[in-house]
């Protein structure tokens, strides 16, 4: 074993971390022996859930050609698709490469089951951000208010907890969908559990049961042993180049729930009269199949990763959200840095322990859409893949980086190291 901890230790030393920084990850690591246990028994059952939809569902060589064309009768993206119903346990599922992301997989969820005169409505305060282009909050050419459909919210209480007055106010006559976002996203309120979206389902399916309830489980997806559809949720939607894709995804989008609601959105997806029978694959079977099945461990890894960071950082005195001690529901972990100059170095941390452009140095930039500065760390297989090791954070008090990600757990650990050593090396902090 010495030896072994001894070549680690030169290994790192040759990637230009120091002694310090290794003795301080060892020392935080040896109090998350039981976290770390918890998260691999939950990776372990997620593992056998999705093996048996695989197996359910007799996954076979042929699942793994493709199509092109109309791409009619596409038996590996139709068995996909049972496969995803099955681990969601839900009636049917949309799982496309044709859907781009997280963001249009809401969008074709929503504006496939929502008609003119009808309301949205979300309980839990402001959705994310790209949400309200969709809906029209921000003013978007398509919007959903464009087409007459209205939207309300109801605010969290400042504790986070529902506000069930207001929910109940706030459902009308109109309202035929309610949108739930699992993970806080960038937001500071804390990602929901299972268990309390299912709270949540419950007392709007009691004031008015014909409601649709759709969850964007984006992040969230694996990290607990139940999805929101165990919970209750019509509609579940999330990216394939976040959690589900496995980090082998390359792109795509999943919408699953009930027959009819996953229908309607098929039918925005194509075409009214198309629905699911549409849409080539043009070679993606296998690693949307692949990356399902590699989910639950990536998704571990991610969570490792995360709750590392938080005891690593929160050792230094910075606040992590969540702590390292709260349990999780999502792979996001945010740290507030305090100074700009952290906010970068640690952006260059993560880029330069990535095996892919760990040469390059990420700057801070004018990100359309933001009112200021942006930097960013990815050094991705895919561009943009959030499931892998990636860092981001606007340049403005309190300078809080947001980061997930990580397909291997040793991964993420050196990332992490390389974060610190950044700020170490630029002596801010000793
Ligand atoms: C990532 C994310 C989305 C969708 O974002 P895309 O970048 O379009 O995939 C939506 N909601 C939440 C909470 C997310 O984290």
Redesign the pocket.
Known sequence: MENIDNNIYNMYKKLGISERVVDMAGEILSELDHRFAEIDKVAEYNQMKVIMAMQKNRVSEAHLGTSTGYGYNDIGRDTLESVYADVFHTESALVRSQI???????TVALAGNLRPGDELFSPVGM??D??QGIIGIRKEPGSLAEYGITYSQAELKPDGSFDYDAIRAGINGRTKLVTI?????YASRPTLSVERIGELIAFVKSVKPDVICMV?N??GEFVETSEPSDAGADLVV??L??NPGGGLARTG?YICGKKEYVENAACRLTAPGLGKELGASLGVNPSFFQGLFMAPTVTAAALKGAIFAAGLYERLGFKAVPDSKEPRY?I?QAVELGKPEYLTAFCKGIQAASPVDSHVTPEPWDMPGYDSKVIMAAGTFVS?A?IELSADGPLRPPYTVFFQGGLTWAHAKFGIMMSLQKLMEAEFLF
């Open positions: 781009t992301c997280g963001t249009h997989a809401l959705p994310y790209t949400l976002q699992r993970s806080k996203g964007d984006c992040y999330g990216s180049i976040k989008g999502d996001i943009g959030s």
